[in-house]
């Protein structure tokens, strides 16, 4: 087992292990405990009794936090033409079409996000070796793949995020910084867990969520009592 610093075995001794903590103790708690310098990010995990092997099983999608992410993405827009001018005119830090494909070919990676427009896809695709593992990927069901270029620049600036369940069926997702309050910190947990509670796949029997837990950078996880 890794060894913990100080810190974290000091901070670790204030989380009760055995006990479902409701989400506004959590994200208190989170708070006191998380000492790293730095605004630290804070994820929420929830381990979901599905298996993604099954394409029904699989859950993903993107929504917009109540109160952003408290991180700045830096967006690419791969398209031709008008396009490419709405989206510079969008807040786009990066516009282009190939010139852009072949700068990524050639290991260029300054941004977080990919929209494109469908037109685009083809020659995206080609990328897809490249792209795929970093997740970078454009995709419809995220609102990444769109002609609506404006309104999905939008919506990534005000702290959209994407969810997927991982292959061992784990859903992470950024909510916020430490520096957040309470209340933004528990009302964009309670927006998360909605959207993942609807996603509920049909074939699914029993328990949906196994395990949900609040943490962040270099702090010990809180495990969140989902009943509630």
């Known amino acids: 087992m890794a060894k913990h610093g100080k810190k974290y075995v000091e901070a670790a ?8 903590y409701s ?13 790293a310098k730095f605004d630290a ?10 298996d993604p092997r099954h394409a029904d099983e699989q859950i993903r999608g993107a929504m917009v936090l109540p109160h952003g992410t408290g991180k700045s993405q830096t967006v690419l827009v791969i398209t031709q033409g ?13 516009v282009g079409g190939k010139d852009m494909l072949e700068k990524i070919q050639g290991g260029w990676f300054d941004f977080d996000v990919i929209v494109a427009t469908p037109d685009m896809m ?5 990328l897809g070796k490249i792209l795929g593992p970093k997740g970078l990927m454009p995709n419809p069901k995220t609102g990444t793949v769109t002609m609506d270029v ?19 069926g784990n859903i992470n997702v950024m909510i916020g910084k430490v520096s957040f309050s309470t209340k933004q910190i528990v009302e964009n947990w309670q927006a998360i867990y909605d959207v993942i509670l609807k996603a509920r796949p049909a074939a699914v ?10 943490t962040s950078s270099m702090a010990p996880s809180i495990k969140i009592d989902h009943a509630i």
Do not use: W
């Open 13 to 20: 001794k204030l989380v009760d292990k055995t006990k479902l």
């Open 23 to 35: 989400i506004e103790e959590a994200a208190e708690l989170l708070k006191k405990i998380s000492y």
């Open 41 to 50: 990010s804070i994820e929420t995990c929830f381990r979901l009794n599905v």
């Open 82 to 94: 008008p396009k490419e001018q709405e989206a510079k005119d969008a807040g786009a830090d990066y």
């Open 122 to 126: 083809g020659e995206l695709g080609k």
């Open 150 to 168: 404006t309104k999905a620049i939008e919506d990534i600036k005000k702290g959209k995020v994407e969810y997927r369940t991982d292959k061992e």
């Open 205 to 214: 029997k029993g328990t949906y969520m196994k395990n949900v837990v609040l």
